[in-house]
Antibody
Framework: QVQLVQSGAEMKKPGASVKVSCKASGYSFTGYYIHWVRQAPGQGLEWMGWINPNSGGTKYAQKFQGRVTMTRDTSTRTGYMELSRLRSDDTAVYYC????????????????WGQGTLVTVSS | EIVLTQSPATLSLSPGERATLSCRASQSVSSYLAWYQQKPGQAPRLLIYDASNRATGIPARFSGSGSGTDFTLTISSLEPEDFAVYYCQQRSIWPRVTFGGGTKVEIK
């Protein structure tokens, strides 16, 4: 079955960077987009961007342009999301999610989700 | 950016009742709309995509309808496990994805 297992909780100081991993299993890793979505405490869902694990191509939400980098390692079937210049309002649970449809089809729905990684930014 | 407005913010119902949740888009998203369910401490779960298609394993009591700017998620008869927060999400203006603010369905 499809599984996405994320790295553990992180505590960072303002101005630092964080890198969250998402290890995939149970499907063709290069066949589906991986998205990153975050959720601040008590708030709604916010899409951050995606990576095409086949090509390495990325697209980021405008809000995160210049601060976020999404990468992947096909040998270990792992996606990564790095967020830099952290602020207190970046405190959130960060989720990776696999798209519903294969990369040949226009993506944009999130069928399988990781368990989430809490990133806390505090001085 | 397309803004999705969900209403009501909170819906108080009893088990067995029918739930009707609304999602309105600031401009047409055609049928490129999904619904998710999220319970406390859990990741969201895809319920409906392309406005009316149930995702794999989703019970038939969940149904979606609408197109353009107005969409509805209906839960025909609430089960105890259905009390949760529901989000709509559009992918019409790809690659820009947006979510609505959510509707909480609580036990009356």
């Amino acid at each position: 079955q499809v599984q996405l297992v994320q790295s553990g909780a992180e505590m960072k100081k303002p101005g630092a960077s964080v890198k969250v991993s998402c290890k995939a299993s149970g499907y063709s890793f290069t066949g589906y987009y991986i998205h990153w979505v975050r959720q601040a405490p008590g708030q709604g869902l916010e899409w951050m961007g995606w990576i095409n694990p086949n090509s390495g191509g990325t697209k980021y939400a405008q809000k995160f342009q210049g601060r976020v980098t999404m990468t992947r390692d096909t040998s270990t079937r792992t996606g990564y999301m790095e967020l830099s210049r952290l602020r207190s309002d970046d405190t959130a649970v960060y989720y990776c999610a696999r798209d519903l449809l294969p990369t040949e089809v226009t993506p944009g729905y999130f069928q399988h989700w990781g368990q989430g990684t809490l990133v806390t930014v505090s001085s | 950016e397309i803004v999705l407005t969900q209403s009501p913010a909170t819906l108080s119902l009893s088990p067995g009742e029918r739930a009707t949740l609304s999602c309105r888009a600031s401009q047409s998203v055609s049928s490129y709309l999904a619904w998710y369910q999220q319970k406390p401490g859990q990741a969201p779960r895809l319920l409906i995509y392309d406005a009316s298609n149930r995702a794999t394993g989703i019970p038939a009591r969940f149904s979606g309808s609408g197109s353009g700017t107005d969409f509805t998620l209906t839960i025909s008869s609430l089960e105890p496990e259905d009390f949760a927060v529901y989000y709509c999400q559009q992918r019409s203006i790809w690659p820009r994805v947006t979510f609505g603010g959510g509707t909480k369905v609580e036990i009356k």
